[in-house]
């Protein structure tokens, strides 16, 4: 998602966050989204003195997946060695022409002279001439990132961590990182994911430094610090500053379950979410016993107790003895006078719940007395982390709960709403929380509850850890129902219903309390340890199908969320996309001057785009189709190459064009190659479409001898390597494997995906470019085939 832009006094937009200050260092990033060729001027002041300056010109790969100047604005400046007073503030901002603008998180504070307690923020770009990378994580157990040459150096950078005089470990930067490959940095084998030394790892903080090997270059300015944590877990269980267990009181009158619910400033939403507790609304609750304890944490007005009580003889209104901004000390405190034998706590009271909770719950009981059962949230209309920026209200929601005539059906929540997780298969996910955590009462008791230590407002990863905790001491399934939920309303959250800069802020700040109490990072629950029960009883609970009650539909807005292809559409969606499209034969009807190409719409595109880029002298089309032969003919005249020449190779082929030369012949025949040899003669630059078919046409000797007559950059492109897949596991065509094979045994070729990602495609893998011999597959990067490019920044295409 996008930050808010800031506006300069020259309406030049900037947007860009302080990170903070360690280590004598301001971290941050910035950049102007109408200028992305140039980048941000950063000075640090305090009292009016500029401190330092520089450029936000690092790259960060985080900030290349958040589309921000394809990850190089970040900056890393070092501040004199020795700083200012602790507690002055420095005010960093960006400088232009017309003005200055403080960047957000602006001014910082300088912390106090004694860093014992704090680890530098990471991620930290590494960079150096001929370097570039980043360390995304060292501490609490395991160090990570990845580091590459860009200067044609083929051999992977090897590493030495070192503290002092001692040295650590060493390892080599040739793990294989999808996400870095993604970003087009080499082949992605530029990672490194290592385990601490346990001798390393003394719960203590260490400065390092992180050089190359066999010399005292190092890719960091200076030394960073690192938090480690204990290699024995017994120790980290001894170290970490857990909750004491909580005291209860007998109970006199025991009760099945018991819901405590919090509210804050939020009467419109509670009465919805207590709607959703009552008999009335939760399926078989008939002969549940259970109470709702309702907490009022300060609401202004306050909650009225009759107002609560009305909802039926279960629900009674508790209003803490303390208040605090954080409400871990009222959920203890209304659960230590809860009675039943479960407890199902709500920290966030803005949650509707669907019809079948209670249901489920007791079901997993019955089957186990000590089964956990968290359950998923959605939120109601669309993301509210993005739908807030752009005009989403409560009245909007309010029109979505009259459309589905809630609470006639609760099911229809989900026709209104939509996952919180952005899985593709949102039920199978892990999980980091839940909004309605239903345990054992001796459970929580015994875990301490909710860890009152986390008094930030709205409780920081008080939720998280909670269950966390509980998963660790659980030794009963921990059951995430299927086909239940609850579901966000719209109010005045403290991360949910915030623009991004400030809910990125918030979300910072809560992380790095969470890693000072338990000394690690968060990590979800995998969906490995999870189990799963219930049934959808919608048919738009499956969070995949377009919901037709959507605000989009409300006259919300007119832009278009930012998405993340791998986040909404994973490898098995794609397959199963290629599959109906190939099966169904829809690339017959794509034809260009009323004949078939026997290409898809997003090659054509991509073959046009090769040929602007190329610019071959010569074209050669073995076994295509003759309406591809047509288009090939179309963009060569549209791109003014008028001395470009096409060989059509095939059973049928005719000349149609002065420009096209037709032969007939196959791919396996032995003089068609030569044949084509001589009637390129002394053309430069050679593009050849290589039709895909049966075993005898299409082999790893047919694209070889093929092969040979592509020209150095230039591509063989595999036409229709999607009709050879085997989707039912009985193609005899094997073409993946039939390129992968090729592609090992010829390391002048390597695929180049970047051509198939527009999800339809009939080429899958089929982008063949050949990048010569002296560099092969394992260290191939398309950034060096940028002929007049010094700099790695590929600003070209940016909008």
């Not at 969320?561 to 986040?567: D, F, T, Y």
């Not at 559409?569 to 499209?581: E, K, R, W």
């Not at 073409?735 to 339809?760: A, C």
Request: with cysteine; proline share 6%.
């Amino acid at each position: 998602m996008m930050n808010s832009p800031i506006t300069f006094p020259s309406a030049l937009l900037l947007e860009g966050v302080v990170d903070g200050v360690t280590n004598h260092t301001v971290h941050g990033w910035a950049w102007f989204p109408d200028d992305p060729v140039r980048a941000a001027s950063i000075e640090v002041r305090a009292h009016g003195a500029v401190l330092c300056r520089g450029e936000a010109d690092t790259m960060r790969a985080d900030l290349v997946a958040a589309g921000k100047r394809n990850g190089y604005c970040a900056f890393a400046l070092r501040l004199e060695a020795t700083l200012p007073e602790p507690g002055t503030a420095l005010e960093v901002v960006a400088v232009e022409a017309s003005g200055a603008q403080p960047l957000v998180g602006s001014p910082v504070v300088v912390p106090a002279a004694a860093p014992a307690e704090n680890s530098d923020i990471l991620p930290i770009p590494l960079h150096r001439p001929g370097l570039h990378g980043s360390l995304d994580q060292c501490g609490p157990a395991r160090i990570r990132g990845w580091l590459r040459w860009t200067d044609g150096t083929q051999a992977s950078p090897n590493l030495v961590l070192r503290e002092g005089s001692r040295e650590w470990m060493r390892f080599a930067a040739n793990q294989w990182r999808p996400d870095i490959a993604e970003l087009h940095q080499g082949d992605g084998c530029c990672g490194f994911d290592q385990a601490l030394p346990d001798e390393l790892r003394d719960d203590r903080l260490h400065e390092l430094r992180l050089c190359l090997a066999d010399e005292e270059a190092s890719p960091l300015a200076m030394p960073f610090r690192a938090m480690t944590s204990p290699a024995s877990p017994e120790k980290l269980a001894t170290r970490a500053k857990l909750p004491p267990p909580l005291s209860r009181q007998v109970v006199a009158e025991p009760l099945t379950l018991s819901v405590v619910v919090n509210f804050y400033n939020m009467q419109r939403e509670a009465a919805r979410t207590l709607t959703s507790l009552t008999r009335a609304y939760q399926a078989d609750s008939a002969d549940l016993d259970y109470e709702v304890l309702c907490i009022d944490n300060g609401s202004q007005p306050p909650l009225d107790p009759d107002w609560v009580a009305s909802f039926g003889p279960e629900f009674r209104l508790v209003r803490p003895s303390r208040q605090h901004a954080s409400p871990c000390g009222a959920l203890n405190e209304a659960a230590l006078a809860a009675r039943g034998k479960y407890l199902a706590v709500m920290i966030d009271g803005a949650h509707v719940l669907s019809p079948g909770i209670f249901r489920e719950a007791r079901q997993a009981w019955r089957e186990h007395a000590g089964a956990v059962v968290a359950v998923r949230h959605w939120f109601i209309g669309g993301d509210q982390r993005w739908l807030t920026l752009v005009g989403y209200s409560r009245e909007q929601e309010d029109k979505l709960f009259e459309r589905i005539r809630w609470p006639l059906n609760g099911y229809d929540l989900f026709r209104i709403g939509t996952p919180m997780s952005e899985n593709p298969e949102p039920w199978f996910d892990g999980l980091s929380e839940s909004n309605c955590l239903m345990l054992p009462t001796e459970l929580y008791d015994r875990i301490g509850g909710f860890d009152e230590a986390f008094d930030q407002p709205g409780g920081g990863f008080a939720n998280l850890d909670l269950w966390r905790r509980t998963c660790t001491a659980a030794s009963a399934p921990l059951v995430a129902p299927i086909g239940e939920a609850t579901f966000h309303q719209f109010h005045g959250g403290t991360t949910t219903n915030v623009d991004d800069v400030e809910k990125d802020l918030r979300v910072r700040a809560y992380a790095t309390a969470y890693r000072t109490l338990r000394g690690e990072d968060f990590a979800m629950i995998e969906r490995g340890q999870l189990t799963f029960r219930g049934q959808l009883r919608s048919e738009f609970a499956t969070g995949m199908r377009q919901r037709t009650l959507m605000p989009m539909r409300l006259g919300v807005t007119d832009e278009v969320r930012p998405g993340k292809l791998a986040a909404h559409f994973d490898d098995g969606a794609q397959s199963h996309l290629l599959s109906v499209y190939a099966e169904c034969g829809l690339q017959r009807d794509v034809r260009w001057l009323g004949q078939p190409t026997g290409m898809a719409p997003a090659d054509l595109n991509s073959l046009q785009d090769i040929i602007h880029q190329i610019r071959p002298d010569a074209v050669i089309g073995v076994s295509v189709e003759r309406g591809l032969i047509a288009y090939l003919d179309s963009v060569l005249q549209a791109a003014g190459i008028e001395g470009a020449r096409i060989l059509h190779v095939a059973d049928d082929a005719v000349a149609t064009s002065a420009r096209i030369t037709g032969m007939v012949g196959t791919p396996a025949d032995a003089a068609a190659p030569t044949a084509a040899r001589l009637w390129a003669g002394t053309a430069e630059t050679v593009l050849v479409l290589h039709a895909a078919g049966d075993a005898g046409r299409f082999n790893g000797d047919t694209l070889a001898t093929w092969g040979k007559l592509v020209s150095h950059r230039s591509y063989m492109i595999c036409v229709g390597t999607v009709f050879g897949q085997p989707w039912l596991g009985y193609s005899t065509r094997q073409h993946y494997k039939t390129l992968r094979e090729f592609t090992e045994g010829n390391p002048m070729f390597v695929i180049d995906r970047s051509w198939t990602r527009q999800l339809i495609t009939t080429c899958p893998y089929g982008y063949l470019r050949k990048i010569g011999g002296g560099v092969n597959a394992a260290s191939y990067d398309a950034a060096l085939d940028e002929l007049g490019t010094d700099t790695p920044l590929d600003l070209e295409n940016m909008q």
